[in-house]
């Protein structure tokens, strides 16, 4: 009971210390340099591909798919578009 109560205690300081608003300061000149929105923030993408069992292309069609994919990550990564491929 008593570790119980330790326990309890310790999460409520946790809660309330948490919920402490901190004063953040907003910089409109970083924001615009970085081409964030009114609040500061910038929008990202992330996406994951899986290779299914759809097996109807043929070896070659499947190696210039690939060719073109390859070919525009290289082209979103020079325009700086891309960070990780």
Not at 39 to 61: P, Q
Request: with cysteine.
């Amino acid at each position: 009971m008593k570790n119980s109560l330790i326990v309890l205690a310790f999460l409520v300081f946790n809660a309330i210390g948490f919920s402490q608003e901190t004063e953040v300061k907003y910089d409109e000149n970083l924001a615009k340099s970085l081409h964030a929105d009114e609040y500061g923030m910038k929008k990202y993408v992330f996406c994951l591909l899986k290779s299914g069992s759809n097996t109807t292309a043929s070896k070659e069609e499947t190696k210039k798919l690939f060719e073109g994919h390859m070919e525009n990550i290289g082209k979103l990564a020079k325009e700086g578009k891309l960070v990780v491929a």
